[in-house]
T-cell receptor
């Protein structure tokens, strides 16, 4: 069965520092991987996806993610964090029925 | 593009009443819509998948008679929580996609349901 794991409940980083939010996956076949962000009391906003091609994927708001097949990881990164990046981040994988399977989420807190 | 709206954004109702939540795709035709439930500080739990004109497919453990889903048009799906009880209080989020479109789903802003 497809699954994703986000090992960190919360990540704290100072504004201006690089950030990484971790995600590992378990799938059969080629993975379709996604990152979404959720602000309080809001729905999810799409950040980026990996379907095929270049392992480094660039997305919205300066975020990027690196697909690593050997480590089955898809970590979300940003070179310089902003206070406004503070939110809940979800990694997801799409299964064969086009359903999204979400990780448990990681709360990112960026301190001024 | 690919905007999804939900109405209402929040609703408070008395125990035993029914509540309807609408999910609309504003600028595309959604062949598939998904309904999720999210408890505080938790991940999203898929409740059901609906394809336009077909009966919804419910996930294991989701009561079909309690959570009625209708996807009568390519731009509208509704979730009706019947005979609501306090334990149904939650954040309900819909998403949509279309056949041949991008692989990601597009999410609505969510509906906060509080049952007194």
């Amino acid at each position: 069965a497809q699954s994703v794991a986000q090992p960190e409940d919360q990540v704290n980083v100072a504004e201006g520092n690089p950030l990484t939010v971790k995600c590992t996956y378990s799938v059969s076949g080629n993975p379709y991987l996604f990152w979404y962000v959720q602000y309080p009391n809001r729905g999810l906003q799409f950040l980026l996806k990996y379907i095929t091609g270049d392992n480094l994927v660039k997305g919205s708001y300066g975020f990027e993610a690196e697909f690593n097949k050997s480590q089955t990881s898809f970590h979300l990164k940003k070179p310089s964090a902003l206070v406004s990046d503070s939110a809940l981040y979800f990694c997801a994988v799409r299964d064969g029925a086009d359903k999204l399977i979400f990780g448990t989420g990681t709360r990112l807190q960026v301190f001024p | 593009g690919a905007v999804v709206s939900q109405h209402p954004s929040w609703v408070i109702c008395k125990s035993g009443t029914s509540v309807k939540i609408e999910c609309r795709s504003l600028d595309f035709q959604a062949t598939t819509m998904f309904w999720y439930r999210q408890f505080p500080k938790q991940s999203l739990m898929l409740m059901a998948t609906s394809n336009e004109g077909s009966k919804a497919t419910y996930e294991q453990g989701v009561e079909k008679d309690k959570f009625l889903i209708n996807h009568a048009s390519l731009t509208l799906s509704t979730l009706t929580v019947t005979s609501a009880h306090p334990e149904d209080s939650s954040f309900y989020i819909c998403s949509a996609s279309w056949a041949g479109g991008p692989h990601e789903q597009f999410f609505g802003p969510g509906t906060r349901l509080t049952v007194l």
